[in-house]
């Protein structure tokens, strides 16, 4: 009786438990709207005088996808068999603005969701006459395409023979459910956010999207606004007249996604924070985009006027047309042989002058010790010429001493002779001596 009772409380917790969180949920998720997230920051630098557009973008906000008034919202719950093939199967689905839609001819009349789950968002899964072949892990798919919503709960089902056994529980991840073979089970999946039950004709007036702008060392909350852009085209501009002229946003904002705001002739007093917020107040779209805009010193531009040559003439009154110079870059395969054949040229003209700094030196060198036995040689050249000059010189003197004493000795025969009468003749005795 006990673990009956137990059982029982624990299953009516878990019942209360999960409405209240979603509901939970729900209210932070509504109470959170009123604040904007911040989801991009960029710093915006130009110079004075020029135009500058700060782009703000989300194809969330885009308005023309409310022409279909289904909203395109879908559920359906698939089925993940453990085995035998580990296969997903999709059990069944449903539109907002049509009928359920079984797959499988097996779950016809014991397989259902509530005919108002889009109006009270209870989406839970009926199954009826529970058998061992409906164990597997359930999941509970709620799509909105037009606010590109995606949501998924997973429970576990698990059958059983033995009433002791039937019990439910949170694993830490997902809903498990072991349930008594041929009963009915219904697996929770709740969900009351207005984005999947409130209708609103005036859809227009949840939709908005506002710049602000902050001066350097001005709090947010104390922002000046700017414009406001509504999703039926009303806009409102504020502040002085030639502000709201400058400062422009595009009419097809809502239908084609694009809220960036331009701004012409931009002067020192423009700069500080600039923030787009985009409130979609239907799809809980809450963000802000911040822009930080510098303004620079303006660019000087100087033209000077084209000057022709002496030679030619040319019409100053037409504008020189632009000279195009054709640059021809190497393959870029052989791009890197270029520097390989400097370096090599280049070493080998080192090694060239080297060489003839080398061969240079050994001359020198050569030259310094040969002059000595050149001048060795030439000295003993001169000597032994002096010493044949020497010996020509010593016969010539004895042949001049013989001729002195033949001389002599004839004056001395003819001082003899002279005593005698003997005539000799001395020319023709000189040439006998020299023969």
Same mark, same amino acid.
């Given at each position: 009786?006990?673990?009956?009772?137990?059982?029982?409380?624990?299953?009516?917790?878990?019942?209360?438990?999960?409405?209240?969180?979603?509901?939970?949920?729900?209210?932070?998720?509504?109470?959170?709207?009123?604040?904007?997230?911040?989801?991009?920051?960029?710093?915006?630098?130009?110079?004075?005088?020029?135009?500058?557009?700060?782009?703000?973008?989300?194809?969330?906000?885009?308005?023309?996808?409310?022409?279909?008034?289904?909203?395109?919202?879908?559920?359906?719950?698939?089925?993940?068999?453990?085995?035998?093939?580990?296969?997903?199967?999709?059990?069944?689905?449903?539109?907002?603005?049509?009928?359920? *839609?079984?797959?499988?001819?097996?779950?016809?009349?014991?397989?259902?969701?509530?005919?108002?789950?889009?109006?009270?968002?209870?989406?839970?899964?009926?199954?009826?006459?529970?058998?061992?072949?409906?164990?597997?892990?359930?999941?509970?798919?709620?799509?909105?395409?037009?606010?590109?919503?995606?949501?998924?709960?997973?429970?576990? !089902?698990?059958?059983?023979?033995?009433?002791?056994?039937?019990?439910?529980?949170?694993?830490?991840?997902?809903?498990?459910?072991?349930? !008594?073979?041929?009963?009915?089970?219904?697996?929770?999946?709740?969900?009351? *956010?207005?984005?999947?039950?409130?209708?609103?004709?005036?859809?227009?007036?949840?939709?908005?999207?506002?710049?602000?702008?902050?001066?350097?060392?001005?709090?947010?909350?104390?922002?000046?606004?700017?414009?406001?852009?509504?999703?039926?085209?009303?806009?409102?501009?504020?502040?002085?007249?030639?502000?709201?002229?400058?400062?422009?946003?595009?009419?097809?904002?809502?239908?084609?996604?694009?809220?960036?705001?331009?701004?012409?002739?931009?002067?020192?007093?423009?700069?500080?924070?600039?923030?787009?917020?985009?409130?979609?107040?239907?799809?809980?779209?809450?963000?802000? *985009?911040?822009?930080?805009?510098?303004?620079?010193?303006?660019?000087?531009?100087?033209?000077?006027?084209?000057?022709? !040559?002496?030679?030619?003439?040319?019409?100053?009154?037409?504008?020189?047309?632009?000279?195009?110079?054709?640059?021809?870059?190497?393959?870029?395969?052989?791009?890197?042989?270029?520097?390989?054949?400097?370096? !090599?040229?280049?070493?080998?003209?080192?090694?060239?002058?080297?060489?003839?700094?080398?061969?240079?030196?050994?001359?020198?060198?050569?030259?310094?010790?040969?002059?000595?036995?050149?001048?060795?040689?030439?000295?003993?050249?001169?000597?032994?010429?002096?010493?044949?000059?020497?010996?020509?010189?010593?016969?010539?003197?004895?042949?001049?001493?013989?001729?002195?004493?033949?001389?002599?000795?004839?004056?001395?025969?003819?001082?003899?002779?002279?005593?005698?009468?003997?005539?000799?003749?001395?020319?023709?005795?000189?040439?006998?001596?020299?023969?």
């Amino acid at each position: 009786m006990k673990t009956e009772r137990e059982d029982s409380i624990l299953q009516a917790l878990l019942l209360i438990h999960i409405p209240v969180a979603c509901l939970f949920a729900a209210v932070s998720a509504q109470s959170d709207s009123s604040s904007s997230v911040v989801v991009a920051g960029y710093n915006v630098s130009a110079p004075a005088g020029s135009r500058v557009l700060l782009q703000c973008v989300s194809g969330r906000m885009v308005w023309t996808r409310d022409r279909v008034r289904d909203r395109q919202r879908v559920v359906h719950w698939d089925m993940y068999r453990a085995r035998p093939d580990y296969a997903m199967e999709r059990v069944l689905d449903m539109y907002s603005a049509g009928d359920q *839609r079984i797959y499988n001819s097996y779950n016809q009349g014991r397989v259902s969701l509530s005919p108002r789950a889009f109006k009270d968002g209870n989406f839970s899964l009926i199954i009826k006459d529970v058998t061992m072949n409906d164990r597997g892990l359930y999941s509970c798919n709620l799509h909105h395409l037009y606010c590109h919503l995606y949501e998924t709960i997973r429970v576990q !089902l698990n059958v059983t023979k033995s009433r002791r056994k039937e019990q439910r529980f949170w694993d830490g991840q997902k809903a498990v459910y072991v349930v !008594l073979l041929g009963s009915t089970v219904v697996l929770p999946c709740v969900n009351r *956010r207005n984005v999947w039950t409130d209708w609103s004709n005036e859809e227009e007036d949840q939709q908005v999207v506002h710049w602000d702008r902050q001066s350097p060392g001005v709090r947010h909350d104390r922002a000046d606004r700017l414009v406001d852009l509504y999703a039926s085209g009303e806009q409102r501009s504020y502040g002085p007249l030639f502000l709201q002229r400058k400062m422009n946003i595009s009419n097809q904002a809502f239908s084609e996604g694009d809220f960036s705001l331009s701004i012409s002739d931009l002067q020192p007093t423009d700069q500080g924070m600039y923030s787009c917020h985009l409130h979609h107040h239907y799809c809980g779209l809450h963000e802000r *985009r911040e822009f930080q805009v510098t303004v620079e010193a303006p660019v000087i531009q100087t033209t000077l006027p084209a000057k022709a !040559l002496p030679s030619e003439d040319k019409d100053t009154t037409k504008a020189e047309s632009p000279r195009v110079i054709n640059v021809i870059l190497p393959d870029q395969r052989h791009h890197f042989l270029l520097p390989l054949g400097y370096v !090599l040229t280049s070493f080998l003209l080192l090694a060239f002058i080297i060489l003839i700094i080398i061969l240079i030196t050994r001359r020198r060198k050569s030259k310094e010790y040969y002059p000595q036995a050149s001048m060795r040689s030439s000295r003993s050249q001169s000597s032994s010429e002096e010493f044949e000059m020497d010996v020509t010189e010593v016969n010539e003197c004895t042949q001049e001493e013989r001729r002195f004493d033949y001389k002599n000795n004839l004056l001395k025969e003819k001082v003899h002779m002279s005593t005698q009468p003997k005539v000799i003749d001395l020319d023709k005795e000189m040439e006998k001596f020299s023969k």
